[in-house]
């Protein structure tokens, strides 16, 4: 499926991959932090989760879903989490 995202969109997509990454890092430096004693572990955690919240929200609501319906809407949201992995042209 070739599917011609807005460049906005994907940007979005593209943050919230990097901040999904972030985010499971911080959890992972966390527990270490945690086992080792460290009483300010986690202090960023909640803010990330909000700045992940927001992404995931703003890719979900964007008006471009709009223009789609049934079977083309969840192929095309499935595609943009994989706009990446596809090469160009594709």
Known sequence: MTTDFPDDLVQLQRRLHVATAAYKQALDDTTNDWASGNEQAGRDLP????????????????????????????????????????????
């Open 47 to 90: 803010s990330q989760l909000a700045h992940l919240r927001d992404l995931i929200e703003r890719v979900h609501m964007h008006p471009y879903w709009d223009t789609l319906s049934g079977p083309d809407l969840v192929k095309a949201r499935m595609a943009l989490k994989h706009v990446d992995d596809q090469p160009a042209g594709d």
